[in-house]
């Protein structure tokens, strides 16, 4: 199920990708914190933490959020009046600088990622390239419709650019390697099959514009058994329609309402492993118990790390893979092949899509999204849609009898599962406490 | 732009049965790319009977000033959990305050406020500087929040407006 490729890319054996692979052909699953801080040696010190936990593992080097915006007038001002940033910032630190943050952290055997969420990334690309960081992750769909008011043909026409540069940096000694977070968007409450969808059209948007080495994204959502069918439709249609491509699948940690106690967050990052596990994911990107409340500290990170690594240890089943026979599977392929089909160029695609409803995220409040969709947990908590508006999915889905979304609905939709994993851990704790078992 | 997200937000909202008690605006600040929060706020403030205009995540400092002055709305409710809201909502409620007809509207903001836990001590600083409300995560409740909405003058806009200085 894994792609092997007969066409392997030019520098195979060199970059993010290769690391991933490698580590996931010896049976290791490789964990990843999603870490920034706006002080260069915090973000040094970080790094080297993430670099020494008892875990295979990759560094991230997540940006603030005034550089994804560009707007590096007001990161001036944060510094000057000594507030801190939620990231660092790439586009603000000299170059020499972030060069020393990195100095004898990151090499082949640790290689580090660069995350930031910018519909118009030019400035970051142009430092990554610069720096020679081979690494990061976004999309012109999914860093675009969550995050702000930049239309989406903007952020297309980005994307392209940035990706075409990208891709031709193959001088920079590693291939370089880009992810989708098209399997993230909105965090909850995207039914699985639109992120699968998503998740493979920016896969081929990248294919499509140079890229040779890419991961697909796939975020934890409420149900551990529909999320093993998305993660394996998501292989299956990578395998397909990626054939020329190096790539595997990372899994995020719930990025909805995060459980509020330590038991709680330890319970979902350990189902997170073992979903990635479970589908043959090569990486999992984990959350720490801090992440109800606040940015996490290094140290916080650094036991999320190796408590997934451990719980993927302890866990080596692998799910049955229904292939085709998955309403997951038949939505996604449905929604991939409708956009597809829109037109040859995949930025029109897109754009068309969007325009019609073909693709159409529940409760985005972007300007270039329909907004005509809406989503809604079932009593099992499998996440179903509500309303298919104008979805190519007439003939797959029955939303039957229509549900009104109310302020307190969705508010229990979106802690249903922080509330179910501090209850469930609760419960535990009193059990093993009844019988004395640790 | 601002004129066709207020269409495409008001195709799911603002259905309410009731007579509208206004239009309030919801808004994320420049920096914070988050929306749930923001559209709880809606849905919620929507259950109120008023029409909600959700200018959604990242918005401009002049969109956001420019839009309050155009609609003249009951209530300007800002999101933030990005950890920039004290820094970004400390700039942009004196923007809002500056202008003439924005100088008695309410004005609130919530959610994570700062990178650290100590959000309830910032409620001071930002409520001196022009808000009306604050509502920390950490440190209130949505309960607080919808009670102040609940409590907001029920007068239609123009007669409320009229007995504003201006």
């Known amino acids: 199920m894994t792609a092997r490729v007969p066409d392997r890319p030019s520098r195979p054996e060199q970059g993010f990708g290769a690391f991933v692979r490698a580590r996931a052909d010896a049976g290791a699953l490789v964990v990843q914190p999603r870490m920034g801080f706006g002080d260069p040696a915090w973000m040094r010190a970080g790094l080297a933490a993430t670099r020494a936990a008892r875990a295979h593992t990759v560094g991230t080097l997540t940006l603030d959020s005034y550089t994804r915006l560009g707007d590096l007038a007001a990161i001036e001002r944060a510094l000057h009046d000594g507030m801190p940033l939620n990231g660092y910032p790439i586009a603000t630190h000299s170059d020499s600088m972030t060069r020393a943050v990195l100095e004898g952290v990151m090499d082949a055997d640790f290689p580090v990622q660069v995350r930031h969420g910018s519909a118009l990334p030019q400035h970051i690309f142009r430092r990554l390239i610069a720096l020679g960081l081979t690494a990061t992750e976004g999309g012109p769909v999914s860093y675009c419709l969550p995050y702000g008011r930049v239309p989406l043909a903007d952020s297309i026409d980005a994307w392209r650019e940035c990706t075409e540069l990208f891709a031709q940096a193959r001088d920079l000694g590693a291939e370089p390697h880009l992810e989708t977070f098209g399997g993230c968007m909105m965090g909850q409450l995207c039914p699985p099959s639109q992120l699968v969808a998503l998740s493979v059209l920016e896969a081929l948007f990248f294919r499509a514009h140079g890229c040779r080495s890419i991961s697909v994204s796939y975020a934890q959502q409420t149900h551990p058994g529909q999320d093993t069918a998305a993660v394996l439709a998501l292989r299956r249609l990578c395998a397909d329609l990626l054939p020329d491509v190096e790539w595997h699948v990372v899994v995020y940690t719930y990025m909805g309402a995060y459980p509020v106690t330590e038991a709680g967050a330890y319970r979902l990052l350990r189902e997170a492993a073992e979903l990635a596990v479970r589908t043959g994911s090569e990486r999992l990107i984990v959350k720490t118990v801090a992440e109800s409340r606040r940015i996490p500290t290094v140290a916080e990170n650094v036991a999320a790390l190796e408590y997934a690594a451990r719980a993927a240890e302890a866990n080596r089943t692998t799910a049955h893979d229904p292939g085709t026979d998955s309403q997951t599977y038949a939505e996604a392929l449905a929604l991939v092949e409708a956009v597809l089909n829109l037109a040859s160029d995949l930025s029109r695609a897109l754009l068309l899509a969007f325009r019609r409803g073909y693709l159409d995220i529940p409760y985005c409040v972007h300007p270039d999204n329909r907004g005509l969709t809406r989503s809604r947990l079932d009593e099992e908590g499998r996440l179903r849609w509500a309303y298919t508006g104008a979805l190519p999915l007439g003939h797959l889905v029955r939303t039957g009898q229509s549900h009104k979304v109310t302020a307190a609905g969705l508010l229990a939709d979106l802690s249903f599962l922080r509330q179910k994993m501090d209850r469930e851990a609760v419960a535990d704790r009193s059990s093993s406490e009844l019988t004395g078992s640790v | ?166």
């Open chain 2, 1 to 166: 732009m601002a004129r066709h997200q207020e269409v495409e937000v008001a195709v799911e909202s603002a259905r309410s049965a009731m007579p509208s008690r206004g239009t309030v605006v919801v808004s994320g600040l420049a920096s914070d790319a988050h929306t749930w929060n923001l559209v709880y706020l809606q849905i919620l403030i929507e259950e109120f009977g008023y029409h909600v205009v959700n200018l959604g995540a990242c918005v401009p400092d002049d969109v956001l000033v420019e839009t309050c002055r155009r609609i003249d709305p009951a209530l300007i409710a800002l999101g933030s959990v990005n950890g920039h809201g004290r820094t970004d909502g400390l700039r942009v409620v004196a923007r809002l305050r500056d202008c003439p007809e924005l100088v008695a509207t309410p004005m609130v903001i919530g959610g994570k406020l700062t990178v650290s836990d100590d959000a309830e001590t910032l409620a001071p600083e930002l409520l001196a500087a022009g808000f009306d409300g604050v509502f920390p995560d950490r440190a209130s409740s949505e309960g607080e929040f919808a009670a102040f909405v609940a409590a907001l003058p029920t007068a239609p806009r123009q007669l409320l407006s009229m007995g504003r200085p201006e």
